[in-house]
């Protein structure tokens, strides 16, 4: 099959639509390749797949190659510069530590310092019903069998490159995509099997388990509580809940204020007896990045800079994510670069960047 270059499998569940799982799936995806992990995504979320636009590849498509599909590369394995905060913190450092006329001391690696020294990535692929559709507008009116029979596809003709991490967005509810995935999965990895994957088998325990993402307000967590439910009769273990969209900084006044509640996540969490991961605030700038390809700024902002973002975001989806044809940015506002280097710019980076530590901590200790 081809999930035999996959170490580790992890679904992304919920049991209501608009919580934010492919929000989270590409953080938690953008987050473990920031770690040095490769790291891939498979959406099957098949009516409304949203990784593609995400990741910015919605003009993307699946080449097929002998055996299967190929998944679309997001970035290759690299190193990538220190960021600003990075530089900052190495000089302070210094300043404090050494003085300002001495050199950082030198590490393993051989560069001057950890903080200044390049960072190296994971790479990062993915496959989506998105890639195989004629344009972003394409509706896809299947029945049940039919989408069974994608999923399983999915699971069985992509050529995966070694991975540390597959992350399977899926859609709300636990309908026929779900069911067709647990069983694949659970049958496909419950016999006893030995790696590496070069001797034709799959990794011991490769299906990891579920993360499951829900908001604060009570509407949310009633729905979602199935899908724990579905978790536990299925036989998939749960390895944490993400409270999404719990509370909004304003960037005017940076007053704190929780938009649809706070800790009933949390609180859902105890009451399963799972980890709770983690809470992940709205932030403007996520937004703008994956939006329209800015990289994140924060700062105070008047009300008059909202005004044209809103513009210029409105002007962006006539104008198809600043593209006329021909590769060129009609408004001059899109930031060039991976969309993993600029969101190291982004606040939320750190909220994942802890969440991501807990649940390899999870994974590796089971």
Not at 250 to 259: A, M, P, R
Request: charged letters at 20%; aromatic letters at 6%; hydrophobic letters at 35%.
């Amino acid at each position: 099959m081809s999930l035999n270059n996959v170490k580790q499998i992890v679904l992304v569940l919920s049991g209501k639509g608009g919580v934010g799982k492919s929000s989270v799936t590409t953080q938690l995806a953008l987050s473990l390749s920031l770690s040095g992990h490769t790291v891939g995504i498979l959406d099957i979320d098949l009516t409304g797949p949203s990784i593609p636009r995400l990741l910015g590849l919605e003009d993307a498509k699946i080449t097929q190659a002998p055996g299967g599909w190929l998944p679309v590369e997001v970035h290759h394995a690299q190193t990538l510069p220190p960021t600003p905060s990075d530089l900052c913190q190495a000089g302070a450092e210094i300043i404090h530590n050494e003085g300002v006329n001495q050199p950082p001391p030198p590490v393993a690696n051989g560069s001057t310092s950890s903080t200044t020294a390049l960072h190296s990535i994971g790479a990062l692929h993915a496959i989506s019903l998105a890639f195989l559709l004629p344009s972003r507008s394409s509706a896809v009116v299947w029945r049940g069998p039919k989408k069974t029979a994608m999923v399983r596809q999915f699971l069985t003709d992509v050529l995966w490159p070694p991975l540390d991490y597959l992350l399977i967005d899926t859609p709300p509810g636990t309908s026929d995509e779900h069911i067709s995935l647990a069983e694949t999965l659970l049958q496909q990895t419950s016999a006893p099997t030995f790696f590496p994957a070069s001797s034709g088998s799959s990794p011991p325990n490769q299906l990891a388990g579920a993360v499951i993402v829900t908001t604060p307000q009570a509407v949310a967590i009633s729905d979602v509580r199935k899908e724990l439910s579905f978790c536990r009769k299925v036989g998939i273990g749960v390895l944490g809940v993400v409270e999404n969209m719990s509370g909004y900084v304003c960037e005017c006044c940076g007053e704190e204020t929780n938009l649809f509640g706070k800790g009933g996540g949390e609180v859902m969490a105890r009451e399963f007896r799972v980890k709770f991961l983690g809470r992940v605030p709205v932030d403007r700038q996520w937004g703008l990045l994956v939006e329209q390809g800015k990289k994140p700024r924060y700062g105070k902002v008047s009300v008059e800079s909202e005004q044209e973002d809103d513009e210029k975001s409105n002007e962006s989806d006539e104008l198809e994510r600043y593209d006329d044809g021909n590769g060129v940015d009609p408004t001059n506002e899109y930031d060039h670069g991976l969309l993993v280097d600029k969101y190291r710019n982004c606040s939320l980076h750190g909220t994942f960047e802890g969440i991501t530590r807990q649940l390899v901590d999870i994974i590796e200790h089971r």
